[in-house]
């Protein structure tokens, strides 16, 4: 039986999106572990004019003007004295951190640890990631300097929600989050997703693997009620999303079967004023993600951005005969209940996805090489079961379905031009496969923390060794 969820207790960025148009990442040190703990103290038990308060997971009478949360390192758990026994409690992902895990998540050449810039190039300085929210400039400003006066800022990451909800290569994102029993969201009011157990983002709660509950750091006011990030910092080469678009599209445009993609009768249900060349290229684009650049699912809409008839952003799953490619983006990091391999994992590796992209405005009609991308958090209970395993068996690997294993994640994979490959859908159940595209996301730095309960703050803040 679950056990009855206290959502005071819980930082509110886990369960629920803020859904501000600004985020400041915060990098710190404890540089004194006395002022560190007193600053806890103070966050966890309502702020003051020089702390800011810990926002918690309950529903807001009044919207405040920003939202404050941490995550620790487990350099962090140790730099503010947690024992030595307890500390030995944790995952060993969590433990050996983000960095030395680089391979097994594909961060190797371009995006090898050795190449992320500080704070970043010095992992084990990295304790804790505050992170506040907001719609107002000044606020950010604001809990920086607060937050300075307890610790040394090694670095900060600013993001921002972009236009229509969109992302730089052009998707609209933020569409699908997870559902959780006992908790009432009223932004997904009428969104259809299945309802995952608190064990997905919890610990301390069943799983959806029966019988399965992810161990609990000790003590328990430590570890109850606590959740796990990867946050990351990735590069989106939009510039060169686009160049792969024109040139899959040239590739497109001589193939016998070129009609099965693109009906050439009815150009405007892909896109207004579109001619056959840039109907390809949003083809592509969508088969990749596995939704259309408007965010409609692929998989309900194969032939049409602009369907005649509404149809669902959310309520889909996928069947041995699914238009939406297996090797799609948004197939792979979310397989729902279709066929895969590995059966078990239908829904189990569930992940809370919270970002936010960073860098300048970029124009597809005069492209540029100025770094932009993703400020990403990937929270759950457990870093090796869900991030990781996503990332290496299903991004990297295509593990879940024997057509795409050996091919990786055509937006987020570790490709190179010389191995690359995605196989386009036709109605008939045949393929095209593509060739040639280049690495599209580069991981530019990135940190595993622990996100404690409002209980494991207070116990952190009164430590005394």
Not at 134 to 152: N, R
Not at 319 to 336: E, I, V
Request: hydrophobic letters at 35%.
């Amino acid at each position: 039986m679950t056990a009855k969820l206290d959502l005071a207790d819980i930082q509110g960025n886990i369960l629920r999106g803020y859904r501000r148009d600004l985020v400041r990442h915060l990098f710190l040190e404890v540089t004194d572990r006395t002022a560190a703990r007193q600053f806890l103290a103070t966050a966890v038990d309502g702020g003051s004019e020089t702390v800011p308060e810990i926002t918690r997971g309950v529903l807001w009478e009044v919207k405040p003007p920003f939202c404050f949360n941490i995550g620790l390192t487990y350099a962090g758990l140790r730099a503010l004295g947690t024992a030595s026994e307890d500390l030995k409690t944790f995952p060993s992902e969590f433990v050996q951190g983000m960095t030395k895990r680089a391979m097994k998540l594909g961060d190797f050449g371009t995006s090898a640890p050795d190449h992320w810039p500080a704070p970043f190039d010095q992992p084990d300085r990295v304790h804790i990631m505050a992170s506040v929210y907001s719609d107002v400039q000044d606020h950010l400003d604001l809990v920086e300097k607060q937050v300075g006066a307890a610790f040394t800022i090694l670095g900060k990451r600013d993001g921002r929600n972009l236009a229509d909800s969109k992302v730089f290569f052009g998707y609209v994102d933020g569409i699908s989050q997870p559902r959780f029993e006992q908790v009432y969201d009223p932004e997904q009011a009428g969104v259809d997703e299945p309802i995952d157990p608190l064990g997905t983002a919890l610990l301390g709660y069943p799983t959806r693997q029966e019988g399965v509950v992810f161990r609990v750091p000790s003590p328990n006011a430590l570890g109850f009620n606590g959740s796990f990030n990867a946050f990351r910092v990735l590069a989106q080469d939009a510039a060169g999303f686009e160049a792969y678009l024109d040139k899959a599209a040239d590739d497109l445009m001589g193939h016998p079967d070129r009609d099965k993609l693109v009906d050439p009768n009815n150009l405007e249900r892909i896109g207004e004023g579109l001619d056959i060349h840039g109907a390809l290229r949003e083809v592509v684009a969508a088969q990749m993600c596995g939704r259309w650049r408007n965010g409609v699912p692929y998989e309900l809409s194969p032939d049409a951005q602009w369907p005649e008839h509404e149809v669902s952003l959310t309520n889909f799953n996928y069947n041995a005969h699914s238009r939406c490619p297996a090797g799609s983006h948004l197939r792979r990091g979310n397989p729902r209940g279709g066929r895969i391999v590995q059966r078990i994992a239908n829904y189990t590796r569930r992940l809370v996805r919270r970002g936010m992209s960073y860098g300048p405005d970029f124009d597809p009609q005069n492209p540029d090489t100025a770094e932009r991308g993703l400020l990403g958090s990937f929270i759950g209970a457990n870093i090796g079961a869900q991030f990781e395993a996503v990332m290496c068996d299903w991004i990297n690997l295509g593990l879940h379905d024997p057509t795409i294993t050996g091919a990786n994640d055509p937006l987020l994979g570790a490709n190179t031009p010389e191995t690359s490959w995605f196989d386009l859908s036709l109605p008939d159940g045949g393929t095209i496969r593509l060739h040639g595209f280049p690495r599209l996301i580069h991981t530019r730095g990135g940190a595993y923390t622990f996100l404690p309960s409002l209980t494991a703050i207070k116990y952190l803040s009164g430590l005394t060794n």
